[in-house]
């Protein structure tokens, strides 16, 4: 641990070029996927915009409650399903998964067919509950 500490403090321009690349890199592949929106912000676009609620988690997860009106295609079928969403192309896609991870691949691969309006739910359903905001089982 000495050494590395001697390392830092030797090649400090090393270690924050280091981190400037990292902190770029994951600024890119998260901005690739589409912005994060926090629940209410999502609730907004949708009423304001026609938007939807795509759910991406397994149907165990989707049938314990979901969002209201919420499209149900499961993040492994995505890519099967893509043309149930074709009439949604035009509008704003709110990705939802159970923390906010899933919603980031599905976005990119959303993204890749040329869907303009992708956004993900920052925190997924686990955040939306935190809220205490309606679901429908």
Not at 83 to 106: T, W
Request: aromatic share 6%; net charge positive; glycine share 6%.
């Amino acid at each position: 641990m000495a050494l590395f500490l001697e390392f830092l403090t030797q090649q400090w321009h090393l270690a924050g070029a280091l981190l400037v690349v990292v902190v770029l890199l994951v600024m890119h592949e998260m901005r690739k996927s589409g912005p994060s929106l926090s629940p209410q912000q999502a609730i907004n676009l949708v009423n304001a915009e026609r938007g939807v609620f795509l759910d991406l988690r397994d149907a165990a997860d989707y049938k314990q409650g979901h969002i209201a009106d919420a499209l149900h295609i499961p993040a492994t079928k995505l890519a099967e399903r893509l043309s149930e969403l074709e009439k949604y192309r035009e509008r704003p896609v709110i990705l939802v998964c159970k923390m906010g991870q899933q919603a980031a691949a599905a976005g990119k691969q959303l993204k890749a067919n040329k869907f303009e309006k992708v956004y993900k739910m920052s925190g997924g359903m686990m955040e939306w509950g935190n809220l205490q905001l309606p679901t429908v089982s």
